[in-house]
């Protein structure tokens, strides 16, 4: 119950101040490696890349394009939110988007969840370091096969 409530918190916490941060802008990210959960002969490397719109209070929406765990291309409508530092950790963020994804088709479209002729609906938690201002470090959850490593671009 108390993991609930501090989820609750999280997702209710003001966007606070990074010194000399501010999210608005493009953010590319760049995802060149994904681990799985478990380990499987048909998982091939699953490479994305994606564009966001980031407004200064941490609303962003965007797509993403990537070859899934079986080799087959996708593309990743979403909105989301970006939080900066949260419990006053310096140069940390979390995020997290959500939105449909298309792709996942026979003989494998049973490894997304609510798959219906490829379309499923998809949230994605991350966690971020900021190494500077412009250029972040990335791990992103997904559901429960995997984490996908990201590096991510702020441009102006």
């Known amino acids: 119950m108390r993991i609930h409530h501090a989820l ?8 606070a101040a990074s010194a000399g941060y501010d999210p ?9 490696y994904t681990l799985h959960f478990s380990d499987s002969p048909e998982h091939k490397d699953a490479m994305g ?6 407004r200064s209070d941490g609303w962003m929406f965007g797509g993403a394009a990537f070859r899934n765990s079986f080799g087959q291309p996708c593309v990743y409508a979403f909105g989301g939110r970006e939080y900066q530092n949260p419990f006053g950790w310096a140069d940390t963020y979390w995020s997290w988007t959500a939105g449909i994804v298309y792709g ?3 003989p494998y479209d049973n490894k997304v969840p609510l798959n ?4 499923s609906p998809v949230i994605v938690p ?8 412009d250029l972040a470090v990335e791990v992103g ?4 096969s995997g984490l996908t490593f990201s590096v ?5």
């Not at 609750?8 to 966007?15: D, G, T």
């Not at 991350?126 to 201002?133: A, D, E, I, K, V």
């Not at 959850?141 to 429960?144: K, N």
């Open 8 to 15: 609750l918190a999280i997702l209710l916490l003001p966007l």
């Open 24 to 32: 608005e802008g493009l953010q590319l990210r760049i995802s060149p």
């Open 49 to 54: 890349v994606s564009l966001a719109r980031v």
């Open 104 to 106: 996942y088709k026979p």
């Open 116 to 119: 219906k002729n490829g379309f």
């Open 126 to 133: 991350s966690l971020g370091y900021r190494l500077r201002p």
């Open 141 to 144: 959850m997904l559901g429960t």
């Open 152 to 156: 991510v671009m702020n441009l102006r």
